[in-house]
Structure formats: C-alpha cells, structure tokens
C-alpha cells in the first residue's frame, strides 16, 4: 500500500511510504483508513481546502490496518486510524497502538456513549442494524424486538451473515449488556434454529435474498440499504423497494447502534494536526456529508439526514456506552460458537 496525497482540487500524487517514517510536517496528516477511498476522499479534500493541511491516505482492510500498525510500532507513519465498528476500536486501543486525545470541540460535538471512556477514539457516523423485512410477506405488526426473532414463528424466514463478521458480534455484544451472558445464548440458540440457510455473503447479500424470497426477514446495516436504494444498478435499487425497515425494541432499550470513528495512533507524528482533522469531521457540516453521502447517520445532535433516511422515519437508539460492545466482543464470540452460528 502507498499513501496517496490529497490536496485542493482533487490533485492526488502517489508518495512512498518511507518519506514519512521519520519526519513530520505541520501541513499535513496521515491517514490509515478501512473507508473506501470515495467515502472519504471528498471531506479530506474540503479539509485541505478549509485548513491548508495534506492528507496523505492509506486505504486497506480494517483488520489488515491493524495489523501494520501493530508491526509498525513506533515507527508507523500514521497519525490516525479510521475504521468500522467500536469493537475494531477497541481492539486497537487493546493492542496499545492508539492514545488518549480529548478536546472540547469533540466532547460538545459527539455523544458521550459514541466516545472512549479514556478518550482513545471517537465516533464519527453512526450505523443502525434494524430488522429489515419483506413487505410482501410480513406483517409488520407481528414484529417487535431483536429477542421475538428467535421465536419458532420465525422458523426458515431469517437471514443474517457468519458470526464472523464484527457487525453480528457487536450486536451479541449488546444483548450481552442488556440481557446477561446466559439469555443471550439461549437467543442465539433459538435465532440460529429459525435461519433460512446457512450464513453466507455480506449484508447486501441478505437484502437481496429477502428480495429475492429466500427468506423473510434479514438483519443488516442502514447504510448498505441506502447505497443499494440509490444505486445506479437497477436490480439493487429493486431488491431495495421489496424490503421495509423495520425498528425493533422502541418500547425498550431502542433498535443497536454502532459507529465508524477515529483513534489517534501512539506514534503520531503529526499530533495537532490530526486531531484538527477529527474536530473538522464531527462539525455540522461534515456530519451532514456523511449522512448524504454515505447513507449513515450524524454521530452529532441535530444535523439533518439525508432524504433516504428520513423515508425510513426517526426511530429510538440504543444509549449504550459502546465501548461496552469491545469489552463483550471474546464473550459474544464464544457465544455464537457455542449456539452454532456458522
């Protein structure tokens, strides 16, 4: 991986990675991100253009990023860490490679739920794992809670991905928080007894196979509904119309929520200015980028959503610190084995 230079006008300029292991700059802030290069590529460019600032970007798999930085040790030339999930956060934070950064700026911006404890990283968007169903199907009325889906009424009609995946984890995670560990399994058991088929693929694949009819109901992240309703492919923006969010557990603790956010790395170089660029991401204005163009939720109180998520109405959310969902994250892995989830 090389990093890729980001400056005003979109101009972007291959550099080696070497040139950064052992200087800094004032101007300039390198990036590890597990986001995809278009949906970043656009707030960094407005960050550069507000502030002067470079940002030189690394794009890679969440767990592979990790893994460099814990090889790289000190001698890493990243400043910060963008990534998917609060377990992925946490698990950063575990392996000693990120460091506490507070600011005012970011503790009146983001929630404190969506925040480290200790200040080691903070949440930038916010993504919610609903019950999506399909319309022609399903009665919504017989819908109500993340805990009704391991009801044998519900036997065959459920789709969901490996409980390898850090999405499914966290959502365990937080039924852990809520139910205690011994509730949970039996859940599990119970939801794994009522899948369709054997989990395979990612979110956009359950989506499609509730669509499709493979079964009734599928458990996903907003944002890959949203991608896929304004796709300009037109068989996913048809397998997007067949199915309906659906918020579970509004009378309870509120439907799971997770984030993507932002960790500081032990061995930055570029200290102030990355800090800059995390305050620059939890302003008004960015969080209202993120929201359109990305399908996700404002992390921050009072930004508007985009037209697609306002279709899908307001819904109650979790309040849960997720820290808590790293702190689960071993328990919820043995529980998923130990309930079959393949």
């Not at 949970?184 to 007894?193: I, Q, R, S």
């Not at 439907?255 to 960790?263: E, F, L, P, R």
Request: with cysteine.
């Amino acid at each position: 991986m090389t990093f890729k230079r980001f400056a005003l006008g979109g101009f972007a300029a291959l550099i080696a990675l070497s040139g950064f292991a052992g200087s800094a700059a004032a101007d300039e802030v390198n990036l590890y991100s597990a986001r995809k290069e278009e949906l970043i590529k656009p707030l960094l460019d407005r960050f550069t253009a507000d502030t002067g600032i470079t940002v030189n970007l690394v794009t890679g798999k969440a767990d592979a990023l990790l893994k460099r930085l814990e090889s790289e040790g000190m001698n890493s030339p990243a400043d910060l860490l963008l990534t998917t999930d609060a377990g992925r956060l946490f698990r950063a934070k575990a392996a000693g490679v990120t460091q506490a950064f507070v600011t005012d700026a970011i503790s009146e911006n983001i929630p404190e739920q969506y925040r480290d404890p200790q200040g080691h990283w903070v949440g930038l968007s916010l993504r919610a794992r609903p019950i999506l169903y399909a319309k022609d199907r399903v009665d919504p009325t017989m819908l109500s809670t993340y805990e009704d889906l391991a009801d044998p009424k519900w036997k065959g009609k459920i789709c969901i991905r490996s409980s390898s995946n850090i999405y499914n984890q966290s959502l365990i995670a937080s039924l852990i928080e809520a139910l205690g560990a011994e509730e949970t399994e039996k859940w599990a058991t119970g939801l794994v007894a009522n899948f369709a088929r054997p989990p395979k693929g990612g979110d956009r694949d359950q989506i499609k196979a509730a669509a499709a009819g493979q079964c009734d109901i599928a458990i996903a992240n907003t944002y890959y509904l949203a991608g896929m309703a304004t796709s300009k492919d037109e068989a996913q923006r048809e397998a997007a119309a067949k199915v309906v969010v659906f918020w579970p557990n509004q009378d309870g603790r509120g439907t799971h929520v997770n984030v993507s956010g932002a960790a500081l790395t032990k061995a930055a170089k570029n200290t102030e200015a990355a800090i800059k660029l995390v305050e620059f991401m939890t302003t008004a204005e960015s969080q209202a980028w993120y929201s359109e163009a990305n399908g996700e939720y404002p992390v921050r109180a009072g930004v508007a959503k985009s037209q697609t998520l306002q279709a899908w109405g307001d819904f109650k959310a979790d309040t849960l610190s997720l820290a808590k969902l790293g702190e689960n994250n071993g328990d919820a892995v043995r529980l998923m084995d130990r309930a079959g989830w393949k």
